[in-house]
């Protein structure tokens, strides 16, 4: 084993200064026979989670700490760091406290605390007075004041104890570190102090320090050339071995053995779980067991008509194995969450592998009856499984705000907080950033962006250019992955009994009062700290909508919670792709898949929603299922073993659930390993597990009698599917949103796409596809108007009147003034209308050129003619001069569409490829009215608008194109070297005409492209 060990090391999350993952830091840690590593982070805990999982795996005991930026409260201007290592669960509760205070104490990313913060909250610590930045060392050589070295290290003997306080000496090969620790290995032989030896690591080997370099820059926003001052001078802090450091240190020999000393020391593990939430209050002083069980016996006869022996059965399974594992309490916190939206009526439901839960149904968490739809209750909880089972419930997005006020007010900020994201640099922003950093010309980065995207050798015009391009691609691809900036999670909430700043760090949101805590899901997970997912979705809010619209003029608004779920309508328009706006299956794949799969009952839209997936399309599970499904080809499977757990599903995988029913039934897993297999394959980070559960997948196959090309062959199944996959629990709780939106659109369509409207953006097709499809229905889609329009998109008569919201620019505070104006007494001119609101001229314009002012019979060009003679600015209005009568030319049909797509983004009128069908039929040029007619293998050209452009990573280099005209969609598919050649056009250019080859098959139309031309 090494004799020295790093207690000073910082990775990617020191963010934008940290230049290796921490896995890497320990991994080399490892190589050197380090027997453990310290990593002390800027002002964070971050990578905590992650770097003990790899110390774990590697056999090296992880020490957790942090540097931390202090002032002295009566010099705030003069920061100095501070090392600190967590000995005990008091310094981890310290550690925490002391960040979080630092990160409320300053703005967002600029973390630091004042000196006097420190006073009782060390126990536990251990501090080391820090690298030059430490207000000792930099008094010493910055300051050369010995008297205030001496006073400061006073300070934190009393803070610490001189069992707890070391002097740090560190050795760069820098002018003035030989001066540096001579002065502080004198300073603690003065006060009989004693040295530990770091070298401030930011990366793992040395060749990082390039990157290291770049990340300075990118954080300072400035280039290498300019930031001299800013970056370490020389490549030296790296991980080095016991050797390397004694070299550097031939004088401090027990400064080296200190760093083991210290380490033995430092045994504090992560250790939560459900003790840290906070205890439900229950009625009568019940146990949280026996009130759980006292809800769901409740709700038996609320559930279900006549509960049998099954229902009770199972009943007293999950209750048994819900209190076996503390759980009780968890499920009444979610209870009682859901039982607060539902009183206000906020629609919600569960979703996720909750949904395989009866209790989960009962306490009306889950809209699935597990036992109807043959749903496991162990994928959700297990004697097998030892994590907090994952609850997700979706809110009205529009309403979520309210359920997380409610969590924060009945639990108390102090206790409640979300979970962060970690933004991550991606291969083309990467190549941007370091691109700027490396002060290249924007030629050179379009280059290597291009070379990026087309996965083509990029062609320099000379040796500088190419060693430029090298070092460009080469950094862009170390920095892949990287934490760049912290996000907030879409609704994972962490709700604890004890304070939150003793159990993880906190800091403010980018949002507006809210917190997040220092960890991301999968390190809540991993740690053990419970997290509730509070999620928005708009398809809730838009079926809110829709049936509250409904309900204005209906004698009996619609209960969709009562839906039987048989409607043979429903299904045959689902069939029929005629899916625009329904839930999950309105995508461009969707509408290929749907009129071969013919969904004809519940079970059909769960499988629709988990095909059109990456892990089944990876897989290559899409197209056999669909053949057997058609009763075109026999069902197979590719061992015996294998039918249990396949045969629902044609014997294809389809579901999360069947990876533990595989691994169960073809290698021996056992339930958990089976889950731990799942999670794995959907994990990132995991290659290492993967492989090893790759031989032992195939290990235990081949003791069951599987062929090894057989196991191998399910086994690359298993890892293309399962990173993308659903569970089929979660697929049966989106089914039921499926359905609903497929209802309402199906007996009211006005309501539902006025809804839809109202909640964009949302679902795969933008608001002006949503506007042509209902002109292609025939229902009326009446324009923005300052005399009749609401705030948002609002019923009238048999149509849908675009509402003020869609004008572009305008504020909820115009919108307001224009309606409470109104109100008052009709708008009867432009001058009235201007002098009333006082709105700014250019939302005014854009109010004339949607057609918002057509009610008065004047011409726009003449009222924005009028306009500019009307003297005014926002909130104040000049004198008016008498407008010339000045001759204008009208405006023709096309220019009042186009204007209304540049204000609105749509346009109510006719679609754009009206404009051109004379010219096209005189071509033979086809739109999709003509196209599904054409036989199949023949060539033809067609046109349309571009409404979208897909290129999925399962499609190896095909991109798939959408084009729209005034009757509907043609798909278009483009092969790797067909875009290659018209890639700038597809690109660039709205209006295509394509030449391509007719592909029909059931019933489903695509056109394969040969050439693609702009239409104009």
Sequence with gaps: MSAYVELHCHSNFSLLDGASHPEELVARAAELQMSALALTDHNAVYGAVRFMQAAKAHGIQPVLGAELTLYDDDATNNTHHLTLLVENQAGWHNLCYLISRAQH???????????????????????????????????????????????????????????????????????????????????????????????????????????????????????????AHLRRLNAEYYLKNAEQMAALFPSQPEALANTLRLAERCRFELSYGLQDLPFFPTEKGLSSSAYLSRLCHEALAERFDSPGAQVREQLHHELQVINQAGLANYFLIVWDIVRFARAQGIRCQGRGSAANSLVAYLLHISPIDPLAHDLVFERFLSAERAVVPDIDIDF?????????????????????????????????????????????????????????????????????????????????????????????????????????????????????????????????????????????????????????????????????????????????????????????????????????????????????????????IQGNMVHPYLRRHQGMEPMHYLHPLLEPALSETLGVILFQEQVLKVARDLAGFTPGQGEQLRRALGAKRTTEAIEQFRTQFLAGAEANGVPVDVAETVFEQLLAFGGYSFAKSHAAAFAVLVYQSAWLKRYYPQAFYTALLNNQPMGFWNAAVLVNELRRQSIPVLPVDIHHSQAKCSLENDGIRLGLNYVKGIHESQIETILEERGKRPFTNLLDFCQRTRLSRRIAENLIMCGGMDGWGIPRRQLVWELGTIHYRENELDLRFQPQAIPLPPQTTAEAMLSEQQVLGLSPGDHIMTFYRARLRHHNILGSYGVTAVPNGQWIRVAGLLVVHQSPPTAKGFHFLTLEDEDGMMNVIVNPQVYGRFRHIIRSEKLLLVHGEVQQEDGVTNILAQSIRPLI
Aim: proline fraction near 6%; aromatic fraction near 4%; hydrophobic fraction near 40%.
């Design 105 to 227: 104490n300053a703005p967002k990313g600029q973390a630091v605390l004042p000196f006097s913060e420190l006073t009782g909250c060390t126990d536990g610590l251990i501090a080391l007075s820090g690298c030059r930045q430490g207000k000792i060392a930099r008094s010493l050589v910055e300051q050369a004041s010995p008297k205030t070295a001496v006073q400061a290290t006073h300070q934190f003997l009393e803070l610490l104890g001189r069992h707890n306080f070391f002097i740090e000496l560190q050795n760069h090969l820098l002018p003035e570190d030989e001066l540096r620790n001579g002065r502080l290995a004198a300073l603690a032989d003065y006060l009989n102090l004693e040295c530990v030896v770091t070298n401030n690591v930011h990366y793992h080997i040395p060749d990082r320090h390039r990157l290291q370099d770049v990340l300075v820059c990118i954080n300072h926003l400035t280039t290498l050339d300019e930031s």
């Design 396 to 616: 009205d997005a529009q309403r979520r705000e309210e359920v997380i006020q409610y969590i924060y007010g009945r639990y108390g900020p102090e206790h409640t907080a979300m979970a962060c994201t970690f933004i991550t640099f991606r291969s083309r922003s990467a190549i941007r950033d370091i691109g700027k950093a490396l002060g290249l010309a924007p030629t050179v980065v379009a280059t290597a962006v291009h070379a990026l995207e087309t996965n083509q050798a990029p062609q320099p015009e000379n040796k500088a250019e190419q060693n430029a391009l090298d070092l460009l691609l080469a950094l862009s691809q170390e920095i892949e992955g990287f934490p760049r900036h912290l996000g907030i999670h879409s609704g994972g909430m962490i709700i604890t009994g004890a304070p939150l700043m003793g159990r993880v760090p906190t800091e403010p949101a980018t949002m507006p009062d809210r917190v997040v805590v220092q960890w991301d899901k999968e390190a809540l997970e991993d740690a053990g700290l419970v997290k509730i997912d509070i999620l928005g979705l708009r398809m809730l809010s838009a079926i809110s909508d829709a049936v509250q619209l409904v309900g204005q003029t209906a004698v009996h608004p619609p209960d969709l919670d009562t839906l039987s779920f048989t409607d043979t309508a429903v299904y045959q328009m689902i069939g029929t792709a005629d899916t625009i706006g329904v839930f999950q299956v309105e995508s461009r794949a969707q509408a290929q898949m749907l009129p071969k799969l013919k969904p004809a009952c519940f079970a059909d839209l769960v499988v629709a929603i988990s095909l059109i997936r990456p892990g089944p």
